[in-house]
């Protein structure tokens, strides 16, 4: 019944996925299901936390924009480059697709959180947006960490990370999960640290985190013994 029920999810869910979770150590298929559960409750517990920081982020860096230019338009007012460009081009072009206007509101809701990191990449150091955009956005971040450069990394870090969970990747194989946990709350708190204080008694990360395998291994016995359960009770209606 095991291997019936294991061949269905493999089944629906795509070996090669599955495969993900336990061919490093030939693990068996309990303990596969078992990472597999554990993978989603680490990205649900992260999810929030990315929730709120690509949401601040862009809010922060969209009014230090109308606070600098002193136009809600600050997007067709400043000069990016060629990619940054395209991709606010591109934002444009899929709202008047869904006959959306591209105010202000709609436009920064639209542009992908690669966007917002491309705004401190070594292209866009040329144009003197930049700093101005880090220290209002950053405020209160200490100086000698308010580096363009280093603001970058840690942008592309989360952004990268926030991929892996928003496309149910796998990510529980990742030796510094905590210090990227920890580097989200370090920028959210960078930029407003009393929303970082609000949504800290929010955040399950860590609880989840340390639960470790045999709660999920106990979870995973379960989900597959409610195959055994539904046909036995089909068993006993036909009899």
Known sequence: MVQDFYLNIEKNLSKDRLDNYGKMDNADRETVVARYLWNIAISQSLYQLLHFFEILLRNKINNAFIASVGQVDWYNKVSFDKYTEDMINNAMEKLNERKISYDNGHLVAELNLGF????????????????????????????????????????????????????????????????????????????????CKRIIPLDTFNEVLNSGIDEWKEKASKFMQVEDDIERKQIQADS
Do not use: A
């Open 116 to 195: 917002w990191t491309s705004l401190f990449n070594k292209y866009n150091s040329q144009y003197s947006f930049q700093g101005k955009i880090c220290k209002s956005t950053f405020s209160n971040c200490p100086p000698d960490e308010r580096k363009t450069k280093k603001v970058y990394k840690d942008l592309e870090k989360i952004r990268l990370l926030r991929n892996r969970v928003s496309h149910y990747e796998r990510i529980i194989h990742w030796k510094d999960l905590p210090e990227q946990h920890d580097l989200i709350l370090k920028l959210i708190r960078y930029m407003d640290k009393e929303f």
